[in-house]
């Protein structure tokens, strides 16, 4: 009789503990949606994911795990060796968009970019182009790679970059 009690007991609090485990999980959830924004992330290749396909390979496929969207704007205009060559990096995306010689020349080189990112309601844009990145919408935040030269030492390079 006292194990059958017992046992009851045991069972009873196992139910509580995944019940308060199940409203916790979901209060947490619901938390993390509230807090955590959807973002569109965009990305040029050409000096920038080629400057360093590794950081950009770990970067893609990190956002796009962590649910958001992650698009390739290009001017190449050959998609298929885009695809191609995307998959050898190991970039991963959510949508690749290549250029053609008319949409350039309509929208106007630098722009088309601009153009593009503001369809998507793109939130951070990696770019090397300045003349590109003077285009796109002001709230959008845009990073440019930068490399270092080599015949400079670390000291001299921050010396370099103050001044900027």
Request: glycine share 2%.
């Amino acid at each position: 009789m006292l194990k059958k009690k017992l046992r009851n007991y045991l069972q009873h609090q196992e139910t509580a503990l995944k019940d308060t485990k199940s409203i916790v999980n979901q209060h947490d959830t619901k938390a993390r949606r509230r807090s955590t924004r959807y973002m569109v992330v965009a990305f040029d290749i050409d000096d920038t994911i080629s400057r360093h396909p590794q950081f950009f390979s770990f970067l893609t496929r990190a956002l796009i795990a962590a649910g958001h969207e992650v698009l390739i704007i290009t001017f190449r205009q050959e998609r298929l060796d885009t695809e191609s060559d995307l998959l050898d990096w190991g970039i991963a995306w959510t949508r690749l968009i290549t250029s053609t010689l008319e949409a350039c020349m309509a929208e106007g080189v630098d722009e088309w970019k601009a153009s593009e990112c503001r369809k998507a309601g793109v939130d951070v844009f990696f770019e090397d182009d300045l003349d590109v990145l003077k285009h796109i919408d002001p709230k959008t935040v845009c990073l440019q790679p930068y490399l270092r030269p080599d015949n400079l030492s670390p000291e001299q390079f921050v010396a370099i970059s103050n001044l900027l």
